[in-house]
């Protein structure tokens, strides 16, 4: 499990085909040195297995379920990937459950900063930022306003949803941290909804039957 606080950003040096996957490499140092063998990571969000360590790099393997859910196939040479270690059992939740399995990817539809770069008061590094990702229609019924979303990785808070797009306001110690000063409009990313919108959106699915009917009893046994 990972809490989406990203740790450092890593570039990628190659994928290949290997014979049935393709294979990631990916260089960081600071955290590959901190990897073993089988060990779990977050890369852009996607959950992988490290393989191949040494103190400046390390690869992974990309199964064909995370070549169609992700963007990390599209990836080229040089691309910076957001890297998180998995979170200790008793460690602070910084951001919120992130699972790091993608549901899908979405597309960056704006990333603007707040103060327009003509006005004397901008400073492209200290000045907010505004993100928009137009997400897939499967994906929609889990962004809920003020709830949580994983992009790329990231712990986001959603603004604003307009049926479509969402709206995140994005500080620039993330913006810097993060790959997302290396992203353009148009650029794929990787979404996980959270989740327990995810399970609370499947309970009242379930319970959508005609025979349904809210008593005091369904309230009491569910917490309310």
Known sequence: MFTGIIEQIGTLVSLI????????????????GRLREGDSLG?????????DVDPKLFHADLAQET??????????????????MPTAAG??????????????TGTITALDPVIAP???????????WTLKVQVPEQLRHWMVP??????????????DFD????????????????NLHTLQHGAPVNIEADVLVKLAYAQMQAEKKPSFELT?????????
Request: proline share 5%; with cysteine; charged share 15%.
């Open 17 to 32: 085909d290997t014979g049935g996957v393709r294979r990631i490499t990916v260089e960081a140092p600071g955290l590959a």
């Open 43 to 51: 890369v852009s969000g996607v959950c992988l297995t490290a393989l």
């Open 67 to 84: 070549l169609d859910r992700t963007s990390l196939g599209s990836l080229a040479p040089g691309a910076i990937v957001n890297l998180e």
């Open 91 to 104: 460690s602070p939740l910084g951001g919120h459950i992130v699972q790091g399995h993608v549901d899908g």
């Open 118 to 128: 003509a006005d004397p008061s901008f400073n492209k590094h200290t000045t907010d």
């Open 146 to 159: 003020k709830g949580s979303v994983a992009v790329e990785g990231i712990s986001l808070t959603i603004a």
């Open 163 to 178: 049926g479509e797009t969402i709206s995140i306001a994005i500080l620039p110690l993330t913006y810097w941290r993060s």
């Open 216 to 224: 005091e009893a369904w309230l009491v046994a569910n917490g309310y």
